[in-house]
């Protein structure tokens, strides 16, 4: 089994508010669950309206397919441009 984890820091002061920065989250987790099989959600920063971070997980049986997705996901939450991704990391383990 691998497993990749993937950590996204978006940044969303532009947006102003917490409201605003909701709406954005829910749109992301939204649109990411209906294009991929992932498991995603809000992980740090709940209360703050400056940034945004969320952990995604994918479950495979092969490497290359687990890091494709993982890549997959970054471009596809920057192609929507709704916040600018500030950093992120990921990391794929092998589970016997």
Do not use: P
């Not at 002061?13 to 995603?40: D, E």
């Not at 890091?67 to 939450?77: A, G």
């Amino acid at each position: 089994m691998v497993v990749g984890v993937l950590r996204l820091t978006m940044d969303t002061s532009g947006l102003g508010s917490l409201k605003g920065k909701r709406a954005i989250v829910k749109r992301i987790v939204s649109r990411v669950r209906q294009t991929f099989n992932v498991a995603v959600a809000e992980v740090d920063l709940q209360d703050a309206h400056d940034f945004a971070v969320l952990g995604f997980a994918v479950v495979g049986s092969d490497h290359r397919v687990v890091n494709s997705v993982i890549d997959r996901v970054i471009d596809f939450v920057e192609e929507m441009h709704l916040a600018s991704i500030e950093d992120h990391s990921y990391e794929i383990l092998h589970v016997l």
